[in-house]
Protein backbone atom coordinates (compact mmCIF):
# COMPACT_ATOMS: atom_id res chain seq x y z
CA UNK A 1 0.00 0.00 0.00
CA UNK A 2 1.52 3.43 -1.02
CA UNK A 3 0.69 6.19 1.37
CA UNK A 4 0.11 10.08 0.32
CA UNK A 5 -0.10 12.19 2.57
CA UNK A 6 -1.40 15.96 1.52
CA UNK A 7 -0.49 18.25 4.68
CA UNK A 8 -3.05 21.28 4.33
CA UNK A 9 -6.26 21.59 2.92
CA UNK A 10 -6.54 25.18 1.44
CA UNK A 11 -6.90 25.95 -2.48
CA UNK A 12 -3.65 23.85 -3.43
CA UNK A 13 -3.61 20.76 -1.03
CA UNK A 14 -7.82 20.24 -1.96
CA UNK A 15 -7.04 20.59 -5.93
CA UNK A 16 -4.39 18.15 -5.41
CA UNK A 17 -6.43 15.74 -3.25
CA UNK A 18 -9.10 15.27 -5.61
CA UNK A 19 -7.40 15.37 -8.60
CA UNK A 20 -5.03 12.39 -7.08
CA UNK A 21 -8.80 10.40 -5.72
CA UNK A 22 -10.12 10.56 -9.73
CA UNK A 23 -6.81 9.47 -11.41
CA UNK A 24 -6.05 6.90 -8.58
CA UNK A 25 -9.73 5.48 -8.27
CA UNK A 26 -8.14 2.06 -9.12
CA UNK A 27 -5.55 1.77 -7.21
CA UNK A 28 -7.39 3.36 -4.10
CA UNK A 29 -10.38 0.99 -4.70
CA UNK A 30 -7.74 -1.71 -4.68
CA UNK A 31 -6.40 -1.02 -1.50
CA UNK A 32 -2.52 -0.36 -3.41
CA UNK A 33 -3.09 3.61 -2.97
CA UNK A 34 -3.96 5.84 0.53
CA UNK A 35 -4.84 9.02 0.27
CA UNK A 36 -4.45 11.21 3.95
CA UNK A 37 -5.22 14.79 3.94
CA UNK A 38 -3.91 16.29 7.20
CA UNK A 39 -6.26 19.88 7.99
CA UNK A 40 -6.52 22.14 10.76
CA UNK A 41 -9.48 23.81 10.23
CA UNK A 42 -12.82 23.06 9.77
CA UNK A 43 -13.59 25.08 6.58
CA UNK A 44 -12.53 26.08 3.40
CA UNK A 45 -12.10 29.49 2.62
CA UNK A 46 -12.39 31.40 -0.37
CA UNK A 47 -9.55 33.89 -0.04
CA UNK A 48 -10.53 36.08 -3.42
CA UNK A 49 -13.60 36.48 -1.58
CA UNK A 50 -12.29 38.45 1.52
CA UNK A 51 -11.69 41.70 -0.89
CA UNK A 52 -15.45 41.82 -1.67
CA UNK A 53 -16.46 41.34 1.89
CA UNK A 54 -13.99 43.31 3.42
CA UNK A 55 -15.49 46.88 1.09
CA UNK A 56 -19.26 45.16 2.16
CA UNK A 57 -19.79 43.66 -1.61
CA UNK A 58 -20.21 40.15 -0.76
CA UNK A 59 -21.46 38.29 2.34
CA UNK A 60 -18.71 36.13 4.70
CA UNK A 61 -21.05 32.83 4.72
CA UNK A 62 -20.20 32.36 0.71
CA UNK A 63 -16.89 32.20 1.28
CA UNK A 64 -17.06 28.80 3.79
CA UNK A 65 -17.49 25.46 2.82
CA UNK A 66 -16.84 22.33 5.37
CA UNK A 67 -13.91 20.30 3.47
CA UNK A 68 -15.72 17.08 4.08
CA UNK A 69 -18.11 18.63 1.62
CA UNK A 70 -15.58 19.27 -1.09
CA UNK A 71 -13.61 16.03 -1.02
CA UNK A 72 -14.25 13.37 -3.08
CA UNK A 73 -14.90 9.60 -1.39
CA UNK A 74 -10.89 8.54 -2.05
CA UNK A 75 -10.06 11.38 0.26
CA UNK A 76 -9.57 10.70 4.21
CA UNK A 77 -9.05 14.07 6.17
CA UNK A 78 -7.75 13.96 9.19
CA UNK A 79 -8.62 17.14 11.53
CA UNK A 80 -5.43 16.90 13.55
CA UNK A 81 -3.01 20.35 13.15
CA UNK A 82 0.31 18.91 12.06
CA UNK A 83 3.30 19.80 14.48
CA UNK A 84 6.47 18.71 13.07
CA UNK A 85 7.38 17.12 9.23
CA UNK A 86 10.15 14.60 10.09
CA UNK A 87 11.64 13.57 6.56
CA UNK A 88 13.79 11.09 7.80
CA UNK A 89 11.53 8.53 9.46
CA UNK A 90 9.02 10.11 6.58
CA UNK A 91 6.46 10.74 8.94
CA UNK A 92 4.21 13.75 10.38
CA UNK A 93 3.38 14.01 14.28
CA UNK A 94 0.06 15.23 15.06
CA UNK A 95 -1.22 17.73 17.91
CA UNK A 96 -3.29 14.49 19.46
CA UNK A 97 0.27 12.68 19.68
CA UNK A 98 -0.38 10.81 16.95
CA UNK A 99 2.15 10.17 13.70
CA UNK A 100 1.07 9.46 10.23
CA UNK A 101 3.52 8.07 7.57
CA UNK A 102 4.25 8.08 3.97
CA UNK A 103 5.44 7.31 0.98
CA UNK A 104 4.86 10.17 -1.17
CA UNK A 105 4.21 13.88 1.06
CA UNK A 106 2.51 17.07 -0.45
CA UNK A 107 3.21 20.07 1.34
CA UNK A 108 0.29 22.79 1.00
CA UNK A 109 0.59 25.08 3.84
CA UNK A 110 0.23 28.01 2.33
CA UNK A 111 1.41 31.88 3.72
CA UNK A 112 -0.07 33.39 6.35
CA UNK A 113 0.01 37.65 6.94
CA UNK A 114 3.06 38.38 9.66
CA UNK A 115 1.02 40.93 12.17
CA UNK A 116 4.34 41.26 14.25
CA UNK A 117 6.79 42.30 11.38
CA UNK A 118 6.24 45.88 11.86
CA UNK A 119 6.09 47.69 15.29
CA UNK A 120 2.58 49.16 15.91
CA UNK A 121 0.66 47.16 12.92
CA UNK A 122 -1.37 45.02 14.94
CA UNK A 123 -2.96 48.16 16.79
CA UNK A 124 -3.05 50.80 13.54
CA UNK A 125 -3.90 48.54 10.68
CA UNK A 126 -6.53 47.31 9.03
CA UNK A 127 -6.11 44.48 6.02
CA UNK A 128 -8.57 41.98 4.55
CA UNK A 129 -6.57 39.32 4.45
CA UNK A 130 -7.89 37.04 6.81
CA UNK A 131 -11.92 36.77 7.67
CA UNK A 132 -11.76 38.64 11.37
CA UNK A 133 -9.30 41.48 9.69
CA UNK A 134 -11.55 41.50 6.75
CA UNK A 135 -14.92 41.93 8.94
CA UNK A 136 -12.98 44.54 11.06
CA UNK A 137 -11.71 46.70 8.12
CA UNK A 138 -15.64 47.04 6.40
CA UNK A 139 -16.88 47.87 9.49
CA UNK A 140 -14.55 50.33 10.49
CA UNK A 141 -14.44 51.43 6.37
CA UNK A 142 -18.62 52.29 6.89
CA UNK A 143 -17.29 54.73 9.18
CA UNK A 144 -14.59 56.46 7.39
CA UNK A 145 -16.53 59.11 6.17
CA UNK A 146 -13.53 62.04 5.74
CA UNK A 147 -9.52 62.02 5.47
CA UNK A 148 -6.65 59.97 3.94
CA UNK A 149 -6.53 56.44 3.07
CA UNK A 150 -3.38 54.70 3.09
CA UNK A 151 -2.24 51.90 1.73
CA UNK A 152 1.31 50.48 2.67
CA UNK A 153 2.48 46.60 1.63
CA UNK A 154 4.71 44.29 2.57
CA UNK A 155 6.17 41.72 0.66
CA UNK A 156 6.37 38.94 0.00
CA UNK A 157 2.04 38.30 0.00
CA UNK A 158 -0.35 36.46 -1.57
CA UNK A 159 -2.53 37.48 -4.46
CA UNK A 160 0.13 40.50 -5.41
CA UNK A 161 -2.78 42.38 -7.02
CA UNK A 162 -5.38 42.12 -4.38
CA UNK A 163 -4.29 46.02 -2.96
CA UNK A 164 -4.59 47.49 -6.35
CA UNK A 165 -7.84 45.96 -6.89
CA UNK A 166 -8.65 47.51 -3.32
CA UNK A 167 -7.43 50.78 -4.40
CA UNK A 168 -9.37 50.86 -7.55
CA UNK A 169 -13.11 49.30 -6.22
CA UNK A 170 -12.96 51.27 -3.10
CA UNK A 171 -12.63 54.72 -5.39
CA UNK A 172 -15.47 53.87 -7.06
CA UNK A 173 -17.18 52.97 -4.39
CA UNK A 174 -16.64 56.21 -3.13
CA UNK A 175 -17.89 57.90 -6.09
CA UNK A 176 -20.96 56.15 -6.16
CA UNK A 177 -21.80 56.99 -2.54
CA UNK A 178 -20.93 60.63 -3.39
CA UNK A 179 -18.31 60.64 -0.75
CA UNK A 180 -15.20 60.56 -3.26
CA UNK A 181 -14.54 64.12 -2.48
CA UNK A 182 -14.25 63.62 1.46
CA UNK A 183 -11.31 60.78 0.93
CA UNK A 184 -7.92 61.54 -0.43
CA UNK A 185 -6.38 58.25 -1.54
CA UNK A 186 -2.79 57.03 -1.13
CA UNK A 187 -1.43 54.01 -2.18
CA UNK A 188 2.78 52.99 -1.60
CA UNK A 189 4.57 50.53 -2.80
CA UNK A 190 8.00 48.61 -1.50
CA UNK A 191 10.16 48.98 -5.01
CA UNK A 192 10.79 51.61 -6.88
CA UNK A 193 7.41 51.16 -9.27
CA UNK A 194 3.52 50.20 -8.51
CA UNK A 195 4.09 46.88 -8.33
CA UNK A 196 6.44 43.94 -8.44
CA UNK A 197 5.55 43.54 -12.08
CA UNK A 198 6.90 45.74 -14.28
CA UNK A 199 3.90 45.69 -17.06
CA UNK A 200 1.06 46.06 -13.85
CA UNK A 201 2.96 48.72 -12.47
CA UNK A 202 3.30 50.95 -15.66
CA UNK A 203 -0.52 50.09 -16.56
CA UNK A 204 -0.85 51.13 -12.83
CA UNK A 205 0.25 54.37 -13.22
CA UNK A 206 -2.10 55.53 -15.33
CA UNK A 207 -5.04 54.11 -14.11
CA UNK A 208 -4.68 55.62 -10.53
CA UNK A 209 -3.99 59.01 -12.55
CA UNK A 210 -7.40 58.32 -14.11
CA UNK A 211 -9.11 57.27 -10.80
CA UNK A 212 -6.95 60.55 -8.62
CA UNK A 213 -5.17 57.78 -6.71
CA UNK A 214 -1.93 59.05 -5.65
CA UNK A 215 1.32 56.65 -5.51
CA UNK A 216 4.24 56.34 -3.27
CA UNK A 217 7.00 54.21 -4.31
CA UNK A 218 10.23 53.33 -1.90
CA UNK A 219 7.89 53.06 0.67
CA UNK A 220 9.04 50.52 3.17
CA UNK A 221 7.37 50.41 6.20
CA UNK A 222 9.56 50.61 9.34
CA UNK A 223 7.20 51.48 12.18
CA UNK A 224 3.44 53.04 13.21
CA UNK A 225 2.56 55.06 15.60
CA UNK A 226 -0.80 54.42 16.30
CA UNK A 227 -1.65 57.31 18.60
CA UNK A 228 -0.53 59.89 15.93
CA UNK A 229 -1.62 57.98 13.51
CA UNK A 230 1.87 58.25 11.74
CA UNK A 231 3.71 55.53 9.53
CA UNK A 232 7.72 55.87 9.23
CA UNK A 233 9.66 54.66 6.76
CA UNK A 234 12.90 52.63 6.23
CA UNK A 235 13.52 55.71 3.63
CA UNK A 236 12.98 58.20 6.07
CA UNK A 237 9.66 59.18 5.48
CA UNK A 238 6.95 60.20 8.12
CA UNK A 239 3.82 60.09 6.36
CA UNK A 240 0.33 60.64 8.15
CA UNK A 241 -2.95 58.65 7.83
CA UNK A 242 -6.71 58.83 9.08
CA UNK A 243 -7.16 55.33 8.02
CA UNK A 244 -4.37 52.51 7.70
CA UNK A 245 -5.17 50.17 5.01
CA UNK A 246 -2.23 47.17 4.99
CA UNK A 247 -0.87 44.13 3.62
CA UNK A 248 1.49 42.76 6.11
CA UNK A 249 4.56 40.71 4.77
CA UNK A 250 3.65 37.24 4.99
CA UNK A 251 5.37 34.09 6.12
CA UNK A 252 5.37 30.37 5.41
CA UNK A 253 3.56 27.98 7.94
CA UNK A 254 4.80 27.42 11.37
CA UNK A 255 5.69 23.81 11.00
CA UNK A 256 7.47 24.10 8.23
CA UNK A 257 10.24 26.02 10.30
CA UNK A 258 9.33 23.99 13.29
CA UNK A 259 10.72 21.16 10.81
CA UNK A 260 13.73 22.80 9.83
CA UNK A 261 12.46 22.31 6.25
CA UNK A 262 12.88 25.70 4.00
CA UNK A 263 14.73 29.15 4.69
CA UNK A 264 13.98 31.15 8.26
CA UNK A 265 10.91 32.89 6.53
CA UNK A 266 9.66 29.29 6.46
CA UNK A 267 9.44 28.80 2.17
CA UNK A 268 10.84 25.69 0.65
CA UNK A 269 12.85 24.93 -1.70
CA UNK A 270 11.53 23.76 -4.68
CA UNK A 271 12.35 22.48 -7.72
CA UNK A 272 10.65 24.61 -10.31
CA UNK A 273 9.66 22.45 -12.70
CA UNK A 274 8.73 19.47 -11.05
CA UNK A 275 7.59 21.25 -7.82
CA UNK A 276 9.80 18.48 -5.97
CA UNK A 277 10.67 19.27 -2.74
CA UNK A 278 14.39 19.86 -3.22
CA UNK A 279 16.69 17.07 -1.31
CA UNK A 280 14.01 14.56 -1.06
CA UNK A 281 12.94 11.67 -2.71
CA UNK A 282 8.91 11.59 -3.15
CA UNK A 283 8.15 15.33 -1.54
CA UNK A 284 6.14 18.13 -3.45
CA UNK A 285 5.13 21.22 -2.55
CA UNK A 286 2.31 23.07 -4.12
CA UNK A 287 0.88 26.72 -3.39
CA UNK A 288 2.09 29.57 -1.75
CA UNK A 289 4.75 27.29 0.21
CA UNK A 290 7.37 27.04 -2.43
CA UNK A 291 9.92 29.38 -2.85
CA UNK A 292 9.22 30.36 -6.43
CA UNK A 293 9.84 33.14 -8.36
CA UNK A 294 6.11 33.81 -9.16
CA UNK A 295 3.28 35.46 -7.84
CA UNK A 296 1.60 33.41 -4.41
CA UNK A 297 -1.89 33.13 -5.90
CA UNK A 298 -4.91 30.34 -6.07
CA UNK A 299 -4.19 30.05 -9.51
CA UNK A 300 -0.72 29.37 -9.67
CA UNK A 301 -1.66 26.47 -6.86
CA UNK A 302 -4.43 25.31 -9.55
CA UNK A 303 -1.68 24.77 -12.29
CA UNK A 304 0.77 23.14 -9.76
CA UNK A 305 -1.50 20.83 -8.71
CA UNK A 306 -2.02 19.54 -12.03
CA UNK A 307 1.63 19.02 -12.41
CA UNK A 308 2.11 17.52 -8.95
CA UNK A 309 -0.56 15.07 -9.56
CA UNK A 310 0.61 13.81 -12.32
CA UNK A 311 4.52 13.48 -11.22
CA UNK A 312 2.68 11.57 -7.88
CA UNK A 313 0.84 9.09 -10.44
CA UNK A 314 3.86 8.90 -12.30
CA UNK A 315 6.04 8.15 -9.52
CA UNK A 316 3.42 5.28 -8.27
CA UNK A 317 3.41 3.96 -11.49
CA UNK A 318 7.08 3.37 -10.98
CA UNK A 319 7.84 6.23 -13.80
CA UNK A 320 10.46 9.42 -13.69
CA UNK A 321 8.46 12.97 -12.26
CA UNK A 322 8.73 14.80 -15.03
CA UNK A 323 9.73 18.86 -15.77
CA UNK A 324 6.06 20.31 -16.98
CA UNK A 325 5.33 23.13 -14.59
CA UNK A 326 6.14 26.32 -16.85
CA UNK A 327 5.39 29.00 -13.96
CA UNK A 328 1.95 29.80 -15.69
CA UNK A 329 -0.32 32.15 -13.72
CA UNK A 330 -3.21 33.52 -13.97
CA UNK A 331 -5.14 36.89 -12.08
CA UNK A 332 -8.24 38.95 -13.01
CA UNK A 333 -7.39 42.49 -11.89
CA UNK A 334 -10.91 44.58 -10.71
CA UNK A 335 -10.37 48.33 -12.39
CA UNK A 336 -13.52 49.28 -10.25
CA UNK A 337 -16.78 47.80 -9.54
CA UNK A 338 -17.88 47.24 -13.52
CA UNK A 339 -14.50 46.25 -14.61
CA UNK A 340 -12.04 44.46 -14.83
CA UNK A 341 -8.98 43.24 -16.73
CA UNK A 342 -6.84 39.61 -16.40
CA UNK A 343 -3.19 39.15 -16.67
CA UNK A 344 -1.59 35.60 -17.50
CA UNK A 345 2.10 35.06 -17.50
CA UNK A 346 4.53 32.34 -16.73
CA UNK A 347 8.41 32.33 -15.85
CA UNK A 348 9.24 33.74 -19.59
CA UNK A 349 6.82 35.50 -20.75
CA UNK A 350 5.58 38.70 -18.70
CA UNK A 351 2.18 39.54 -18.50
CA UNK A 352 0.23 42.34 -20.51
CA UNK A 353 -2.64 43.68 -18.96
CA UNK A 354 -5.20 45.13 -21.12
CA UNK A 355 -7.73 47.83 -20.87
CA UNK A 356 -10.66 46.58 -18.19
CA UNK A 357 -13.61 45.80 -19.20
CA UNK A 358 -17.46 44.95 -18.29
CA UNK A 359 -16.70 41.60 -19.62
CA UNK A 360 -13.97 40.41 -17.58
CA UNK A 361 -15.42 41.91 -14.25
CA UNK A 362 -18.46 39.43 -14.95
CA UNK A 363 -15.97 36.34 -15.52
CA UNK A 364 -14.38 37.19 -12.67
CA UNK A 365 -17.84 37.86 -10.84
CA UNK A 366 -18.49 33.88 -12.59
CA UNK A 367 -15.18 32.28 -11.32
CA UNK A 368 -16.02 33.27 -7.80
CA UNK A 369 -18.49 31.04 -7.22
CA UNK A 370 -17.42 28.33 -10.30
CA UNK A 371 -14.11 28.18 -7.65
CA UNK A 372 -15.94 25.40 -5.33
CA UNK A 373 -16.15 23.26 -8.79
CA UNK A 374 -12.42 23.74 -9.42
CA UNK A 375 -11.49 23.09 -5.96
CA UNK A 376 -12.88 19.53 -6.99
CA UNK A 377 -11.00 19.35 -9.93
CA UNK A 378 -13.61 19.73 -12.11
CA UNK A 379 -12.82 22.97 -14.17
C1 LIG B 1 -7.72 38.89 0.04
C2 LIG B 1 -7.16 37.85 -0.89
C3 LIG B 1 -7.44 37.91 -2.24
C4 LIG B 1 -6.93 36.95 -3.10
N1 LIG B 1 -7.27 37.02 -4.42
C5 LIG B 1 -6.82 36.08 -5.29
C6 LIG B 1 -7.22 36.10 -6.65
O1 LIG B 1 -8.00 36.95 -7.09
N2 LIG B 1 -6.70 35.15 -7.47
C7 LIG B 1 -5.85 34.18 -7.01
O2 LIG B 1 -5.41 33.34 -7.81
N3 LIG B 1 -5.46 34.14 -5.72
C8 LIG B 1 -5.92 35.06 -4.84
N4 LIG B 1 -5.57 35.00 -3.52
C9 LIG B 1 -4.50 34.07 -3.07
C10 LIG B 1 -4.97 32.64 -2.85
O3 LIG B 1 -6.07 32.58 -1.96
C11 LIG B 1 -3.81 31.84 -2.26
O4 LIG B 1 -2.66 32.08 -3.05
C12 LIG B 1 -4.14 30.35 -2.27
O5 LIG B 1 -5.16 30.10 -1.34
C13 LIG B 1 -2.90 29.53 -1.97
O6 LIG B 1 -3.24 28.18 -1.82
P1 LIG B 1 -2.40 27.26 -0.82
O7 LIG B 1 -3.00 25.92 -0.90
O8 LIG B 1 -0.96 27.43 -1.07
O9 LIG B 1 -2.66 27.92 0.62
P2 LIG B 1 -4.01 28.02 1.43
O10 LIG B 1 -5.19 28.00 0.52
O11 LIG B 1 -3.85 29.20 2.33
O12 LIG B 1 -4.05 26.67 2.28
C14 LIG B 1 -3.06 26.34 3.21
C15 LIG B 1 -3.72 25.43 4.24
O13 LIG B 1 -2.74 24.81 5.06
C16 LIG B 1 -3.24 24.77 6.36
N5 LIG B 1 -2.14 24.54 7.32
C17 LIG B 1 -1.11 25.35 7.61
N6 LIG B 1 -0.36 24.81 8.60
C18 LIG B 1 -0.95 23.62 8.91
C19 LIG B 1 -0.66 22.62 9.86
N7 LIG B 1 0.38 22.72 10.70
N8 LIG B 1 -1.44 21.53 9.94
C20 LIG B 1 -2.51 21.38 9.09
N9 LIG B 1 -2.83 22.32 8.17
C21 LIG B 1 -2.07 23.43 8.09
C22 LIG B 1 -3.92 26.13 6.50
O14 LIG B 1 -4.81 26.21 7.59
C23 LIG B 1 -4.64 26.20 5.18
O15 LIG B 1 -5.90 25.57 5.24
C24 LIG B 1 -6.10 35.93 -2.61
C25 LIG B 1 -5.82 35.86 -1.24
C26 LIG B 1 -6.35 36.80 -0.38
C27 LIG B 1 -6.06 36.71 1.09
Not at 80 to 89: E, R
Not at 138 to 159: A, T, W
Not at 283 to 312: M, Q
Request: aromatic share 10%; glycine share 8%; net charge negative.
Amino acid sequence: MKRVVILGAGTGGAMVANRLARHLSTEIAAKEVQINMISDTESHIYQPGLLYVALGLAEPDSLFRKHERLLLPGVNLIHDPAVKIDMDSRSIKLNSGKSMEFDYLVLATGSHPDFDDIPGFREAAHTFYTYEEAMRTRRDLEEFKQGKLLMIIGVPHKCPVAPLEFMFMYDKLLRQRQERDNIELVYTYPLGRLHSLEPVAEWSEGAFETAGIAGETFFNPEEIDPKNKVVSTLEGDEVSYDFLAAIPPHKGAAVIRASGLGDPDGWLPTNKYTLQLEGHEGAYVVGDAAALPISKAGSTAHYESEVVVRNIVREIHGEKPMPLYDGKVYCFIEGGLQEATHITFDYNNPPKPSEPTEMVHWFKMAFNRMYWLSVRGLV
